[in-house]
């Protein structure tokens, strides 16, 4: 099973989704679109970038001169926590629709213009967890579905270069949490265990597609994977969201982060793309089938400029990929735990 380099279909436990796998595809001649080359020599201090300490952002207000992690109310958040109007949704079944309401945060991760989350140290990460925990505990009281994501590179949709992720809470369960929640409800009624408990423990005996695991934390590239070097980082503790981790898995999550995000560059040797974001249980009294997990969805492919499209059949029938996940982990698995930057100041 771990080594399936014939065309076939891999399911998602998670949310039930299915992905063609076709191998052969892998060495076909790309002449399609490349993305331009993003030069990594941004400034410390960009005076013109809204998010860096002491600048003024779009809606007047003044950033602090923050040190660490700073967080802010979105500008221009998708959620308000006022319905535009009092109106009851329509029942209508071909016109169904219901307020959204909620809040939007951001987060920087550093004062520093130019630090991704590679790039800062141990301490600086273990202050990026810190602050997710936080910002979960205080947003937990008020809304049942926290999402915290970050999408880095312009070729993720990122506006802004600064190193930064986003926080949005709300009382409806996104699309993804009810599907996920739904699942792994089902599979802890008829098994009685987590199922990401027990696919931890299944991927933790194979090591075929692990990349990196701590005491308390797995990176594994999943086996129904759809991005060309999709992980999933699970919790291996009984933690079902952010609330509960105490300092030594914040820690060993920071440990985490770090070696899986620069593996991430030292695969082209670039700032590496993807989307990323934490899946907590919905707040609840009982949540024991769940687990916390963080998706990582980057789209390089080939090299730092050919990019994975999720088009045609992808869009109109299910996801298609053409490096199977074992391969992937592979050239994660060799990919150094020491940033590529450092190693080329060493040779200069």
């Known amino acids: 099973m771990d080594d399936l380099e014939f065309t076939h279909r891999r399911r998602n436990p998670l949310n039930g989704d299915w992905v063609l796998v076709s191998p052969h595809r892998n060495n076909r001649p790309w002449l399609g679109a490349t993305e331009a080359t993003v030069v990594d020599s941004l400034p410390k201090h960009d005076a013109n970038c809204p998010l860096c300490p002491g600048n003024t952002r779009a809606n007047g207000e003044q950033n602090p001169q923050y040190t660490h992690t700073h967080v802010f109310t979105n500008d221009f958040g998708a959620l308000t926590e006022q319905a535009a109007s009092e109106s009851e949704a329509e029942a209508d079944p071909l016109f169904t629709h219901q307020h959204a309401t909620g809040e939007c945060r951001v987060i920087c991760f550093s004062p ?147 070696v899986l995000t620069t593996k991430y560059d030292n695969i082209f040797n670039c700032s590496f793309a993807y989307s990323m974001g934490w899946h907590n249980a919905p707040v609840a009294e009982n949540q024991q089938h769940w687990r916390l997990h963080a998706h990582f969805y980057p789209p390089l492919l080939r090299s730092a400029t050919v990019k994975k499209h999720m088009v045609g059949y992808e869009m109109l029938a299910e996801s298609q990929r053409d490096l199977t996940a074992e391969t992937a982990a592979k050239i994660l698995q060799a990919a150094s735990a020491e940033h590529y930057k450092k190693t080329i100041t060493k040779g200069s």
């Open 112 to 258: 520093e213009h130019n630090k991704t989350l590679p790039e800062l140290s141990l301490d600086e990460l273990v202050a990026v967890v810190d602050t997710w925990r936080s910002q979960y505990c205080e947003l937990a009281k008020k809304y049942k579905c926290i999402h915290i994501f970050e999408n880095k590179g312009t070729i993720m949709g990122c506006s802004q270069p600064h190193p930064h992720g986003q926080i949005w809470a709300h009382n409806h369960l996104s699309t993804e949490i009810a599907s996920e929640d739904n699942s792994q409800a089902e599979y802890f009624a008829k098994h009685g265990r987590a199922l990401l408990a027990d696919y931890a423990k299944r991927e933790l005996a194979s090591k075929t597609r692990v990349v990196y695991a701590n005491q308390h934390w797995l990176v594994v590239v999943p086996f129904w994977a759809a991005w060309p070097f999709e992980t999933l980082l699970i919790a291996l503790d009984d933690v079902q969201d952010f609330s509960q981790l105490d300092s030594q898995q914040s820690l060993a999550l920071a440990e985490a982060l770090k």
